[in-house]
């Protein structure tokens, strides 16, 4: 593999190609946050935390850094005014929905997020997919997945598989940055196996 | 019907279609097109073949269902060949007269004819009449006078043959330069020049490459495509045939809406035939080039219409959008090059290819050659599609094409390139239309989608409405769309509401630079658009409905209010019988009065109250008059003084 020079923060960094430009920063310790990257899993570009200025052929864009290749020669800036602006807004859209997670509380004081900026919908799924990804790509199960579209998006267990594979895995639980999944399954739980339910008065 | 071996057969095909066709023979051409159709077109075919079997005519006349003609607000349409009548808004009981007058007495039926508004005169044909006179119709030309169902007819009108020049006189390089030179842009969305497309998968080293038609047409109110898939399926397959040539692709894909049922019959007719007839399938009159073409349907979602949704649809998965850092030419359905156009594109192929590139780019500005279809529809009086040379200047699309606003209302706006373009406000009515140009105003080509705005429209309310077809359609994978939009739609109906306040502004624009900036496709990237072009052209209308809980358009419902002039009310009790929720105290020579409380806001006393009068008022960002008291309410009339 030929090695591809490139620049992050002011720095030389050499990488192989193929590699995304997530990948050759967290190579030489250069730190980009990131909430639906997993290094199991495909990259699925879906959080936009890891949002970077990349500057091709003279030309600024905003780019994801986990889907985003190395290129020759590209000039890498994994903190600015806007990137810092941008992550800053996409936390406080997720806090709205998980405002107790850890994972967003640590990032939300970094880039100064306002956990109370946008009205509370407690859903705390943030739609990462690491759970729905995970029993995809790595369990080759397909027990949970994502059902509808915008924003009444949401995950779920597939009953009928959920029923056979997850009491002995339940390895994507350890996953979730804001225990949404758990949630999910325990409500799965009940409603396939009836008799861990209480039972009602006779 | 054996299959066609060499160009040569096919042209010795065609001469012998046309001579079993007499020019001078009877033909009534009716648009079949879904527009007609739900105006009744099935009934009138039907009464147009039984009234020429009742009076004996059946020899003597041809009957044509034909695709849609455009001038949708006067449907259904018919129009009698050879003389070219053309009668509008036809219903089965004008049928007998239109055989018997016009077709075996050869008089003209007047009140069937269209009337210019502007000097009042009848026109007979269709190329005088206004809506008609100033497009150029060149790709959407032929969709009146064939029967889409009918390959013969697409012959019998010169189909076919750009695919023959080109398997049997052009090599590849040869097919791809003239596209090329043709500068043709994609009529989708992008506006992404369709050479450089071609080329890129072209030179992509991967062998099995794809060709796709993307007729997942879903702006609201635009039907460009399925006019062109209905009416005239033949050019697209064979435009969508030459790409496969000069990429070097076997296999295409038409993806298509479910919502089409009458575009997906046709496509597979179409399909079927090209296959019987050996314009499709293996050695294409005996070129030895092979190329196959499957159509899938869309299960009606929005964002398929992205290219690279619509290529992990096709792929069986569901539609999402996938990062586009490779081009889908290089990397597109199933990791291969892929080149994915937009029907009407398809369409322009064999033109160009027929009369060249030089002929072609004679047409429109410098960055758009070629003419665009445009979907011309709400507040105008010629609603229908219009086909125009690009360059032409806004103003003349709607006043000239568009005949204007009806109702002597006043144009405010025009919202051009579906629910993420824009609106391009009256100042700038002599724009061109073009890519770049309309770019530049804010707003984009899209795909042809224009909605006309009069006075009464509020652009606040606009922008809400884009922003939650756009909050629906979304995929909801990446959060800069899905949450951004979600917040965004919440800010808007506040402001529409009454629940503005100071900040909302600012905090829209912020949402859309999140969602500009960082929104993983093209559909999250252009999403806060309606917001951000109405914005730049009415921001005062932001500010009185935020500032001063105003709507200066008085269409916001929690806005506004109806109120009753005791000056002019002449107690005459049509809004008050009329008012569906008795709100209107009053009676007989007594002053009506409005129940503030139980008024609904529905407007109908608003329509009720006779002109002459004009008493009920809508009123906006200030307070109700308190009404007149009680014993002031009498009317007394002076002829009843004595």
């Known amino acids: 593999m030929s090695q591809i020079l490139l620049q992050i923060d002011g720095k030389e960094v050499g990488a192989r190609e193929g590699m995304t430009i997530l990948e050759a920063a967290q190579s030489v310790g250069i730190s980009i946050p990131t909430l639906c990257h997993h290094e199991k899993l495909e990259p699925y570009g879906a959080c936009r935390i890891c949002t970077v200025e990349v500057e091709v052929r003279g030309r600024t864009n905003l780019v994801a850094s986990c889907i985003y290749p190395v290129e020759k020669s590209l000039v890498v800036r994994t903190r600015s005014e806007k990137v810092d602006r941008i992550r800053k807004m996409i936390l406080e859209l997720l806090l709205a929905h998980a405002p107790d997670a850890f994972e967003l509380q640590d990032l939300a004081r970094e880039y100064g997020a306002d956990k109370n900026r946008f009205d509370k919908e407690a859903s705390f799924c943030i739609h990462c997919g690491l759970c729905v990804r995970y029993c995809v790509e790595v369990r080759k199960k397909n027990a949970v997945g994502f059902v509808d579209r915008g924003t009444r998006r949401e995950i779920s267990f597939i009953p009928e598989i959920a029923a056979k594979e997850c009491w002995n895995c339940k390895e994507c639980f350890s996953l979730c940055p804001t225990s949404a999944l758990q949630a999910a399954f325990v409500l799965t739980e009940a409603l396939i196996s009836p008799s861990s339910e209480p039972k009602s008065e006779e | 019907m054996s299959q066609i071996n060499s ?65 949708c607000e006067r449907g259904p349409i018919i129009v009698i060949h050879p003389e070219e009548i053309c009668y509008f808004q036809i219903e089965p009981k004008d049928v007998p007269e239109i055989i018997s007058q016009t077709i075996k007495e050869k008089k003209l039926i007047e009140r069937l004819l269209y009337t210019d508004p502007g000097t009042n005169k009848k026109i007979i044909h269709e190329s005088e009449i206004p809506f008609y006179k100033y497009q150029k119709r060149l790709v959407f030309g032929s969709n009146g006078s064939i029967d889409p169902k009918s390959i013969e007819d697409y ?82 397959l064979e435009g969508l045939t030459i790409g496969a040539y000069a990429i070097g692709s076997h296999e295409g894909y038409i993806y298509v809406r479910q919502e089409y049922p009458l575009a997906v019959e046709n496509v597979h007719i179409a399909i079927k035939k090209a296959e019987e007839y050996g314009f499709l399938g293996k050695n294409i009159l005996g070129s030895g080039f092979d190329f196959i073409v499957k159509v899938h349907r869309g299960a009606g979602a929005f964002v398929c219409g992205e290219s690279t949704a619509l290529m992990t649809a096709l792929e069986g998965r569901a539609g999402e959008p996938r990062p586009k850092y490779i081009r889908s030419n290089i990397k597109g359905l199933w990791d291969r090059p892929s080149v994915l156009n937009n029907v009407e594109t398809w369409a322009n192929v064999p033109l160009i290819i027929n009369k060249g590139a030089d002929w072609f780019t004679q047409f429109g500005t410098e960055g758009s050659k070629g003419t665009k279809i445009f979907s011309l529809v709400g507040k105008i009086t010629n609603t229908g599609l219009v086909e125009v040379p690009m360059g032409m200047p806004l103003r003349d699309i709607i006043y000239k094409i568009g005949g204007g606003i009806p109702g002597g209302k006043k144009f405010k706006a025009v919202q051009t390139g579906g629910p993420s373009g824009g609106c391009v406000p009256e100042e700038l009515l002599d724009l061109q239309v073009g890519f770049d140009e309309l770019t530049m105003a804010g707003s984009m080509m899209g795909s042809g989608g224009m909605i006309v705005m009069d006075e009464d429209t509020c652009m606040v309310d606009v922008s809400r409405y884009f922003i939650h077809f756009l909050t629906d359609e979304s995929c909801g994978k990446c959060v800069p769309c899905r949450e951004g939009l979600r917040q965004m739609l919440r800010i808007l109906t506040n402001i529409t509401e009454g629940k503005g306040k100071e900040g909302d502004i600012e905090l829209l624009e912020e949402l859309s630079e999140t969602a500009r900036e960082a929104a993983l496709c093209a559909l999250g990237k252009s999403a806060p658009n309606p917001f951000l072009s109405t914005l730049r052209y009415f921001r005062d209308e932001y500010e009185a409905h935020i500032r001063e809980k105003r709507c200066p358009a008085l269409s916001c419902k929690e806005l506004i209010a109806f109120h009753i002039d005791p000056a002019k009310c002449q107690a005459c009790m049509m809004c008050l019988k009329k008012c569906p929720a008795e709100a209107i105290v009053g009676g007989k020579n007594k002053i009506h009065v409005i129940d503030q409380e139980k008024c609904t806001k529905c407007g109908t006393c608003f329509e009720a109250c006779p002109p002459r009068f004009g008493a009920v008022k809508k009123i906006s960002g200030e307070p109700v008059p308190s009404p007149v008291p009680e014993e002031e309410r009498i009317i007394i009339r002076k002829s009843k003084e004595k």
């Open chain 2, 7 to 71: 160009p040569a057969e096919l042209e010795e095909f065609r001469q012998s279609i046309l001579s079993k066709r007499d020019p001078d023979k009877h033909c009534i051409t009716l648009c079949s097109g879904s527009a007609c159709h739900a105006s009744g077109s099935a009934e009138v075919i039907a009464s147009i073949e039984e009234e020429i079997k009742k009076q004996g005519l059946g020899a003597e006349v041809d009957v044509r269902r034909t695709g849609c003609h455009g001038f």
């Open chain 2, 155 to 236: 012959l019998a009108i010169g189909g076919y043959a750009a695919l023959a020049k080109v398997l049997s006189g052009m090599t590849s390089e040869q097919v791809l330069d003239e596209v090329k030179k043709s500068k043709l842009r994609g009529r989708g969305g992008g506006g992404f020049p369709a050479g450089s497309k071609w080329e890129g998968s072209r030179n992509a080293p991967e062998k099995i490459k794809y060709v796709i038609v993307n007729a997942d047409e879903g702006d609201p109110g635009a039907y460009m495509d399925r006019a062109l898939l209905e009416g005239n399926p033949h050019s697209i």
